[in-house]
């Protein structure tokens, strides 16, 4: 089996769920089968076989056709379907007349663009939703009416929680299509950092991801700012960057908190997790953004409870899939910062119960992410679409 495995972007090396998926299946059916396309021209090559575009790049012209089209409020999707043809143009250049036996997306958005092209040469596909294709992308024209001819002729759709899959149901994908595979995470190998090593100056917090308005920092820094007032010599630690980022720190000196808080900016994932073990609290505040956005699975708190660090998070998304409240963490109502303030403040001030939950917490992903179980699904679901096919 030929397998073509598209993502919109570069695999950074904190995506270790799309990474370790790539590996993965290249064990699976040979490094001669497996071809990753990457939408930009800029990036590491993950494995022999990856190809460098921009089909997911807008050009100035896309660009301003699209603003034209917002502006005029058409729906003649002109944009789309440059964007589409640049797209064709790209997949015909790479692959010639030697067409892969199946096509695998990571993420919505590349799919539409090449989903006629493989269905009229009849080549099956496959396509993992992960947050914000499955919520916000809804937003354009355009992607609403192709996204549903993709759950039409897509031979599975997989998600990673159960939340995404209900979202994807109610905006017209056929559910026997969905199938729920969890983001697999090493915990075997991940040696949690007994709690007498840890950090003994300061009771810490620690937050890991992007500043972006679903996971809302600001709530993060007012919920720390509560904790604070209580447990004086607290800190809390920021791993990350993102469009937020100006505005958290302007919110943190204006709170008078710069001495507390510490700004990491992005990290690989091998120092970012050497950082979060040595934290008592991992703590995110996910919501639902203005124009929609959700997470998805959101992998950070699940891999702090692998390093046995109890979870205090919002009822976002597939959040409490994975954090089980008042057993490996602590959830609240999303923009409930006050709520999140006095769930950290239990956790700071009972070691025993953070410890506690801890524990549970890495028990609960070893069993819910296993990495291998992972491959092996998306693996077996690659295999029947190419077996359909070729019935």
Same mark, same amino acid.
């Given at each position: 089996?030929?397998?073509?495995?598209?993502?919109?972007?570069?695999?950074?090396?904190?995506?270790?769920?799309?990474?370790?998926?790539?590996?993965?299946?290249?064990?699976?059916?040979?490094?001669?089968?497996?071809?990753?396309?990457?939408?930009?021209?800029?990036?590491? /090559? +993950? +494995?022999?076989?990856?190809?460098?575009?921009?089909?997911?790049?807008?050009? &100035?012209?896309?660009?301003?056709?699209?603003?034209?089209?917002?502006?005029?409020?058409?729906?003649? @999707?002109? $944009?789309?379907?440059?964007?589409?043809?640049?797209?064709?143009?790209?997949?015909?250049?790479?692959?010639? #007349?030697?067409?892969?036996?199946?096509?695998?997306?990571?993420?919505?958005?590349?799919?539409?663009?090449?989903?006629?092209?493989?269905?009229? *040469?009849?080549? %099956?596909?496959?396509?993992?939703?992960?947050?914000?294709?499955?919520?916000?992308?809804?937003?354009?024209?355009?992607?609403?009416?192709?996204?549903?001819?993709?759950?039409?002729?897509?031979?599975?759709?997989?998600?990673?929680?159960?939340?995404?899959?209900?979202?994807?149901?109610?905006?017209?994908?056929?559910?026997?299509?969905?199938?729920? +595979? *969890?983001?697999?995470?090493?915990?075997?190998?991940?040696?949690?950092?007994?709690?007498?090593? *840890?950090?003994? @100056?300061? %009771?810490?917090?620690?937050?890991?991801?992007?500043?972006?308005?679903?996971?809302?920092?600001? $709530?993060?820094? @007012?919920?720390?700012?509560?904790?604070?007032? =209580?447990?004086?010599?607290?800190?809390?630690?920021?791993?990350?960057?993102?469009?937020?980022? &100006?505005?958290?720190? #302007?919110?943190?000196?204006?709170?008078?908190?710069?001495?507390?808080?510490?700004?990491?900016?992005?990290?690989?994932?091998?120092?970012?997790?050497? =950082?979060?073990?040595?934290?008592? +609290?991992?703590?995110?505040?996910?919501?639902?953004?203005?124009?929609?956005?959700?997470?998805?699975?959101?992998?950070? %708190?699940?891999?702090?409870? $692998?390093?046995?660090?109890? =979870?205090?998070?919002?009822?976002?998304?597939?959040?409490?899939?994975?954090?089980?409240?008042?057993?490996?963490?602590?959830?609240?109502?999303?923009?409930?910062?006050?709520?999140?303030?006095? *769930?950290?403040?239990?956790?700071?001030?009972?070691? @025993?119960?953070?410890?506690?939950?801890?524990?549970?917490? /890495?028990?609960?992903?070893?069993?819910?992410?296993?990495?291998?179980?992972?491959?092996?699904?998306?693996?077996?679901?690659?295999?029947?679409?190419? /077996?359909? #096919?070729?019935?």
């Amino acid at each position: 089996m030929k397998l073509a495995f598209f993502t919109d972007h570069p695999v950074k090396t904190s995506e270790t769920f799309i990474l370790e998926l790539i590996t993965g299946l290249e064990k699976v059916i040979g490094s001669d089968n497996l071809y990753h396309v990457a939408g930009d021209t800029k990036g590491k /090559r +993950v +494995v022999s076989n990856t190809y460098f575009t921009n089909f997911s790049n807008q050009q &100035k012209f896309q660009k301003l056709i699209s603003n034209l089209e917002k502006a005029a409020g058409t729906n003649y @999707h002109a $944009a789309f379907r440059l964007k589409r043809r640049a797209a064709e143009k790209i997949f015909k250049r790479i692959f010639g #007349q030697n067409n892969p036996d199946v096509a695998y997306f990571e993420f919505g958005q590349p799919a539409i663009l090449f989903r006629r092209y493989l269905e009229h *040469r009849n080549i %099956p596909m496959v396509v993992h939703f992960h947050g914000m294709d499955a919520s916000s992308a809804f937003n354009s024209k355009s992607y609403r009416l192709e996204i549903r001819k993709v759950f039409l002729y897509a031979s599975y759709i997989i998600t990673a929680s159960h939340h995404i899959k209900r979202l994807l149901v109610l905006k017209g994908c056929p559910v026997e299509k969905i199938h729920v +595979v *969890r983001y697999g995470i090493r915990v075997a190998e991940i040696e949690p950092k007994p709690w007498d090593q *840890r950090n003994q @100056h300061h %009771p810490s917090i620690i937050f890991l991801g992007r500043l972006t308005e679903k996971k809302n920092p600001m $709530a993060l820094i @007012h919920a720390f700012n509560l904790v604070r007032s =209580v447990v004086t010599n607290a800190r809390l630690t920021i791993i990350g960057d993102g469009p937020l980022s &100006k505005q958290v720190k #302007q919110l943190v000196a204006d709170l008078g908190l710069v001495d507390s808080v510490k700004f990491h900016g992005e990290l690989s994932h091998q120092e970012a997790m050497t =950082v979060l073990s040595d934290h008592w +609290v991992f703590a995110q505040h996910s919501v639902t953004a203005l124009n929609g956005d959700q997470e998805g699975y959101a992998l950070s %708190p699940a891999e702090a409870a $692998a390093f046995e660090l109890p =979870v205090v998070s919002t009822l976002h998304n597939g959040i409490p899939e994975h954090v089980i409240d008042g057993t490996t963490g602590y959830l609240v109502r999303e923009f409930d910062y006050e709520s999140m303030a006095e *769930r950290i403040i239990q956790l700071l001030q009972d070691k @025993h119960l953070a410890i506690k939950m801890g524990q549970n917490g /890495r028990r609960n992903i070893l069993e819910l992410n296993d990495p291998e179980k992972r491959i092996e699904s998306i693996s077996r679901l690659l295999q029947l679409a190419y /077996r359909s #096919q070729k019935q």
